[in-house]
């Protein structure tokens, strides 16, 4: 686990809250490789998750990118400049996989990103794809990311209804993804952060698995961050886990 103590001075985005975090990723029970990756930068506030897709090493090269790109984001004080560098490390990453998938002459190359950056007493969520964002707060859990899938579209205009889109059979097809288009698309979300606030990042492979009432529970129930990721993990594989299972969990409260 990591913690970022809000007396952190100098050039870091200090924010009004103690956070901790921490991350957990497992291969489940049919993959032969890891296509996940996540990352922990606690002294820039930043987190993120990624799945990767294009078959292979294609999905591990693809998140893995993403990961080592956004390693690469400076440490920025001003939240609209760290923002910024953010979202251009992301279209990097985005220039970098299109050239992969070039020198390959293959098909696409792509991954899933969603982040998380506390700044102050705000959040921002960054997303493309179906990797998702949660918000665990007096023991309701909200989610902030919208999958940018075909059957969430389907849902929205009324043409599915959402307990049918899992077993839908282009339930795994995604409309945005980093590496899928010339220029990345990403939606971006900010909420207040508040004292006892939870958030959870994670591949499809826990939301698959694991019911958001279930995960409530659980965020709700654990002492810390390393609980949580490991308690949701292992109720994930309690069933078929058939994909990749990836979590970072942050927890906020006031300082001591």
Not at 61 to 81: C, G, K, N, W
Not at 233 to 239: E, F, H, I, P, R
Request: glycine residues 8%; contains cysteine.
């Amino acid at each position: 686990m990591t913690g970022h103590p809000t007396t952190d001075i100098g050039f870091r985005p200090r924010t009004v809250l103690e956070l901790s975090a921490a991350g957990l990723t497992d291969i489940g029970k049919a993959r032969t490789l890891n296509e996940d990756a996540y990352l922990l930068r606690p002294n820039l506030c930043l987190w993120a998750v990624a799945d990767g897709m294009g078959g292979h090493d294609g999905g591990d090269f693809a998140s893995r990118t993403v990961v080592e790109h956004l390693e690469q984001v400076r440490m920025i004080d001003d939240p609209r400049a760290l923002l910024d560098d953010v979202l251009e490390r992301l279209q990097a990453a985005n220039a970098a996989l299109l050239a992969e998938a070039g020198r390959r002459g293959g098909g696409a190359i792509g991954t899933t990103v969603v982040c998380l950056i506390a700044l102050r007493d705000r959040a921002l969520v960054i997303w493309a794809g179906d990797s998702r964002a949660y918000r665990l707060r007096a023991g309701s859990l909200d989610q902030i990311s919208r999958d940018h899938s075909v059957v969430q579209e389907m849902v929205d205009s009324g043409v599915l209804a959402a307990e049918d889109a899992e077993a839908h059979p282009h339930a795994h097809v995604l409309k945005r993804a980093v590496g899928a288009a010339d220029t990345l698309e990403v939606d971006i979300e900010q909420t207040v952060i508040e004292p006892g606030d939870r958030f959870i990042l994670c591949s499809d492979g826990l939301t698959r698995m694991v019911p958001d009432d279930v995960m409530a529970l659980i965020a709700a129930s654990e002492d810390d961050a390393d609980a949580i990721c490991s308690a949701l993990v292992a109720q994930a594989m309690t069933g078929e886990a058939s994909d990749n299972i990836t979590v970072v969990a942050v927890t906020t409260a006031m300082p001591v």
